[in-house]
Structure formats: structure tokens, C-alpha cells
């Protein structure tokens, strides 16, 4: 009898031939420097490393609130210690973005409102949810190969997550390799560094730095630029394509994670 071996699909294949790759995991460190204001030293930028659940995520309470003598950052805060909860809710190596957002979401009831933006490594692919204009950057050999797309209603004025709101999250991914290197922020960092200047930044970095020494130079770049008037920031151009007159950085909270993909099998 001849037996007649049953093509793959391409589905298939594909899942076979990443079962042969190493496996991955995300090595992350962070650093976060609130702007100088006496009446909320925390800032309102949030943020948490799970090394466990393979997470990274960042949020911005929105300044605005301060008008109404709300701390946005006590939103923010709250929103990711909810998320780091929502974590423990889901699967080993399976973690679902959006649900973990959603069910930080519905668990906040703090007053204010925050951009947040969850970054997962499962297998060889990076998950992520945003809200907002918080979000990360890939880089393959120092170069950057990918970045998350914001959303905004209109200029400085981002999607954002509030109690009694329905959250509008979106959802995306993006397959990594060994070596590369997530940037995930906040505005205060993406509105104050092109991407050009972290690619320059990573290739003037000597030896073989940590994913904190990473963040340190980027939030401290990030932060001069922020109060610097004769820097032409991303903000600034922005702002000029929508008519609205801004001269320098912007000075804003600076939060900054880094995760480098090396090939580890997970315990």
C-alpha cells in the first residue's frame, strides 16, 4: 500500500518552522522622570515591567484635569496597577492585549482619564493595545523597522481611556527577531526625539549596554530637548502643520521602557 504524505498548508509550515526557532523573551528596564511641578511631584505618566508575563506598558494622565483640580496622574497609576492585575488573569505566554486594557478600563475609578499603550512578547510576536498617543518603536541592527500608529481626535488632543467612556482600543503586532530593540513611551519622549536620534543614540552607545542604560539615555535626551527653545522637536513641527505656533521641545513627563529580544527559552 502506498501511503501518500498529506501536503502542509502554509499556516501549517509556518508553525512548524517557528516550533524549530528559539524561543524568545523580552529583557526590559525603564526610566521615567516627571516634569517639575510642585503640586503633583509623581507626575502623571505610569508605567510597569512584567519579566513574568513577557508586558511592558506605559500611560499618560491627561494634563487637562488639572483645570478641575483633578491629578490625572492618580488615573494613570491606578489604570496600570489594574493591568498588572488583569495580567495574572490570563494565560502563560498567551497574554490577549486588549482584554488586559479593557479589564484595567472597567476597574478604574479614579477621576481623570489616560492614553495607555501594552506591549506583550508571545512566541516570536509583539501584541500590542494602544490608546492614544503613548506607543513604541522596533529597532533591527540600530535601525528603526517598525512603529505604532496613534490615534487622535485632532491635534494634542489623543484617544484617551475615562470611567463612564467607551474605551476605543486598538489592537496590532509585529513579529521580532533576536536583537531587537523595543522603545515604548509616552508623548513626552516620541514628541521630543525623532526617531532618527534613537537610531543615533544606539549606534554612538559603546560595549554592550543594559535595556536601563538604554532608557536613561533616551529619557535624558528626550528631557533636554523638552526645554530646549531652539530645538526644532517633532512636537513643534507638527504643530506647524496644523497652524498652531510652538517654538522648541515640549515639556512634559518622560517615561521610557526598553525591552531587548534575545533568544532564551523561558523557565
Aim: overall charge negative.
Amino acid at each position: 500500500m502506498i501511503i501518500k504524505k498529506r501536503k502542509l498548508s502554509d499556516g501549517e509550515a509556518q508553525l512548524l518552522r517557528e516550533e524549530k526557532l528559539p524561543k524568545l523573551r523580552m529583557t526590559a528596564g525603564s526610566l521615567y522622570l516627571p516634569k517639575e511641578d510642585e503640586s503633583k511631584p509623581e507626575g502623571e505618566d505610569a508605567h510597569f515591567v512584567s519579566e513574568e508575563s513577557q508586558t511592558i506598558a506605559v500611560a499618560d494622565g491627561v494634563s487637562a484635569w488639572t483645570r478641575k483640580g483633578i491629578d490625572a496622574g492618580v488615573y494613570a497609576r491606578e489604570l496600570m496597577n489594574n493591568a498588572v492585575a488583569g495580567l495574572a488573569l490570563e494565560p502563560r505566554g498567551e497574554v490577549n492585549p486588549r482584554r488586559v486594557i479593557l479589564h484595567a478600563h472597567s476597574r478604574t475609578a479614579a477621576q481623570g482619564s489616560s492614553t495607555a499603550c501594552l506591549v506583550t512578547l508571545g512566541g516570536r510576536t509583539l501584541r500590542y493595545a494602544n490608546v492614544g498617543d503613548s506607543g513604541f518603536m522596533v529597532f533591527r541592527n540600530k535601525k528603526l523597522v517598525y512603529q505604532s500608529p496613534t490615534q487622535q481626535r485632532r491635534f494634542n488632543c489623543p484617544y484617551t481611556l475615562r470611567n463612564g467612556r467607551e474605551a476605543l482600543v486598538f489592537e496590532g503586532e509585529f513579529g521580532v527577531e533576536p536583537g531587537d530593540l523595543v522603545v515604548l513611551g509616552t508623548d513626552g519622549v516620541f514628541d521630543n526625539l525623532y526617531s532618527s536620534e534613537i537610531e543615533e543614540i544606539l549606534q554612538e552607545t559603546e560595549g554592550n549596554p543594559s535595556p536601563e542604560e538604554i532608557a536613561s539615555t533616551i529619557a535624558c535626551t528626550a528631557s533636554l530637548n523638552s526645554g530646549d527653545l531652539n530645538y526644532k522637536s517633532p512636537f513643534e513641527c507638527v504643530a506647524e502643520l496644523e497652524g498652531v505656533e510652538h517654538k522648541g521641545g515640549k515639556f512634559d513627563d518622560i517615561s521610557v521602557i526598553v525591552a531587548q529580544i534575545e533568544s532564551k527559552v523561558l523557565q
